[in-house]
């Protein structure tokens, strides 16, 4: 009997006879043995699975555990169990109508073992990216064929402008050059959404149509990896943006429904093209977050926050579905071991099951020990957010979530620099106010601040206040947490979403083809834009490797006169961050910060490369930063 093998997508037929089963695609595409989970589901799609009666395969080591039809006759879920199993093409039997049909399945050896996959951590620095609006590499095409309707339109803030993964791998030097040691890119896979929506488009990412391929226009798989290959050896981490709460409205789900309770309110995609006006039938998300952790959260509420869609373009998937959740947490493995990613950022975490979700963690925590994922959970407030991390005891349910986001320092930072800093609550009290409930975090060294990203105003927002900047720095750099910085920040890129997300999300000078303005390079920025990139890079090389700021006690001082201090200190060394919170003049009394200046005579600030006198007070400018070092 011939064998038709399937390394991809490829389609199927009965051997002999009319087709009466067609496979178009299978998912994973491939797998790999050694895993210490065994269980691998493969989501089988094409034409008369449902007459499948039985799957079976005489390749050592894999048994089938169990084949489960769906709602729809054109898909079949097979859960193998490869515990035994060597890396091989394996054949399955398909057996429909007394007829059988063979197909081969790729199992690969992995690379290296779960243990041996480092994660991020809080002594990296993440640089957060969005493809399409950072750089376009020598090679990009033109137009995709194959793909929905879309534009290339640089002169549009919400369409696509051309920028790729082969334009990102060009300039890995830059990320060196500036210092930091892992690069978040906002997702990469495929979005096949039309741009005519009233000019919508998804160039920003979060609309999935193909959770196994790299977006064309993007690039390829084989891209993705050789970006990851190269950043690897150049001493930079990847972070791959992923999206289990909601998928884009183009993905084949859609369409064709594996089940009737694969997506959350699935009566609306009965009804909508995903052009048209909500019915009474569609169940939009409230975005309150809070009744995910309320006490006294009423299931109207919670089910409107869970089970509601994010937007009308983007169904919301049922994570409380097994098969669901068994395919995307596949998926997130598949990732790991394809392309060698250290890290995810998960989008929307709360909007999602939480169950479902801390299955996910769990698992992916027991095959990669030391791998990291950071969840957005975007509420302000300390107790919310510590809720979720890992052993959280304000948590009846472990989330098994390492890194949270800290939305309230990047609330903080944005309302302290619009104010004076005063004895009690405006300005850098802020900030201080925030970090006194750290003792909620199980782990605060494993949350991730930030003073912007793709969802916000620009920290700068129209304007160019650079020592607003320098102390927002300054702080995120050395406090107890994991950094991040939003692409464009260290040359003073600015906006707001007054009008449009795409004003935050500029393209990158330099990074395209006819650009003017090159801030790649010394030459190209602008003196200003020079001596921001030339402050930012000193202060992250500093940073690098230091244990002072990795793993150092912190000590912070409620502010006085103004002035608003944190120290980190290990092993005898320190670093202290002293920030003037005010337009005028103000004095440090540095006796009253002797328990953590000592003896100490002299220090350096890393900042400008002066050295002061810790004997004496010391007479600050308005808004100056220091980081001193001794």
Same mark, same amino acid.
């Given at each position: ?123 990296? *620095?993440?640089?957060?990216?969005? $493809? ?5 590499? &020598? ?26 993964? =082969? ?54 798989? &084989? ?69 995910? *952790? ?72 027991? =095959? ?190 409620? $502010? ?24 005028? =003049? ?45």
């Amino acid at each position: 009997m011939k064998r038709i093998f399937i390394l991809g997508i490829l389609a199927l037929q009965l051997m002999g006879m009319k087709a009466a089963v067609k496979i178009d695609k299978i998912e994973p595409t491939d797998w790999y043995v050694g895993m210490k989970n065994p269980q691998v589901q493969l989501m089988l799609y094409g034409k008369g699975l449902a007459s499948v009666e039985e799957v079976t395969t005489d390749y050592p080591g894999v048994h089938v555990d169990s084949v489960v039809h769906l709602d729809s006759p054109n898909y079949l879920l097979v859960y193998l169990n490869l515990r035994d199993a060597k890396a091989g093409t394996m054949s399955l039997k398909l057996r429909a109508e007394s007829l059988e049909l063979r197909v081969d399945y790729l199992l690969k050896q992995r690379e290296k073992k779960g243990s041996e996959r480092m994660g991020f951590t809080n002594a990296d *620095v993440l640089y957060m990216l969005m $493809p399409d609006r950072f750089a376009q590499g &020598a090679h990009h095409p033109r137009q995709v064929k194959g793909l929905n309707n879309y534009k290339e339109d640089r002169t549009q803030p919400s369409l696509r402008h051309g920028g790729d993964l =082969e334009g990102i791998r060009e300039h890995l030097d830059y990320f060196k050059d500036l210092g930091v040691t892992a690069l978040w890119f906002t997702p990469v896979l495929e979005n096949n959404s039309p741009d005519n929506r009233n000019g919508y488009s998804t160039y920003h990412g979060y609309a999935t149509t193909n959770y196994y391929r790299v977006d064309p226009r993007f690039g390829s798989n &084989a891209d993705y990896r050789r970006l990851a290959d190269e950043a690897h050896a150049k001493g930079l981490k990847i972070v791959m943006d992923m999206i289990f709460n909601h998928c884009g409205f183009e993905h084949p789900w859609v369409a064709d429904m594996p089940s009737k309770d694969w997506f959350n309110a699935p009566e609306w995609l009965k009804e909508s093209n995903g052009t048209s006006h909500p019915t009474k039938s569609y169940l939009q998300t409230s975005y309150k977050l809070t009744p995910v *952790v309320d006490p006294y959260a009423s299931k109207i509420d919670l089910h409107e926050t869970v089970d509601g869609w994010f937007v009308p373009t983007m169904p919301d998937l049922n994570q409380r579905n097994p098969h669901v959740m068994t395919y995307l947490i596949q998926n997130s493995i598949w990732w790991i071991e394809t392309v060698g990613i250290d890290g995810i950022r998960m989008d929307t975490y709360p909007y999602a099951d939480a169950k479902g979700m801390a299955r996910w963690m769990k698992e992916l925590g027991e =095959e990669y020990p030391h791998f990291n994922t950071v969840g957005e959970t975007w509420v302000t407030e300390p107790a919310y957010t510590a809720t979720w991390q890992k052993g959280s005891k304000l948590n009846k349910e472990n989330s098994y979530l390492k890194t949270v986001m800290d939305f309230s320092f990047y609330d903080k930072i944005n309302q302290a620099k619009h104010e004076e800093t005063d004895p009690w609550w405006s300005g850098l009290n802020r900030i201080y106010n925030s970090f006194v409930y750290d003792y909620l975090y199980p782990n605060p060294s494993s949350v991730m601040a930030f003073i912007d990203n793709h969802d916000t105003d620009r920290f700068l927002g129209n304007g160019q206040d650079t020592l607003a900047l320098k102390q927002a720095l300054a702080l995120l750099l050395t406090i107890n947490r994991i950094p991040q910085i939003y692409y464009g920040t260290e040359i003073l890129m600015n906006g707001t979403k007054e009008v449009t997300d795409g004003n935050v999300r500029k393209d990158f000078p330099g990074g395209f083809p006819g650009d003017q303005h090159n801030a790649f390079t010394k030459e190209g920025r602008t003196k200003a834009e020079q001596a921001m990139f030339q402050w930012t890079s000193r202060l992250l090389h500093w940073r690098q490797g230091n244990e002072v700021i990795t793993k150092g006690r912190q000590t912070q001082f409620i $502010p006085f006169n103004g002035i608003y201090v944190i120290a980190r200190q290990y092993k005898g060394r320190t670093a202290l961050t002293i920030l003037n919170g005010t337009s005028k =003049e103000a004095t440090l009394d540095v006796k009253r910060y002797a328990e953590v200046i000592g003896d100490t005579k002299r220090a350096k600030d890393i900042l400008t490369g002066r050295y002061y006198n810790l004997s004496q007070d010391m007479k600050l400018r308005p808004r100056q930063s220091l980081v001193l070092d001794y």
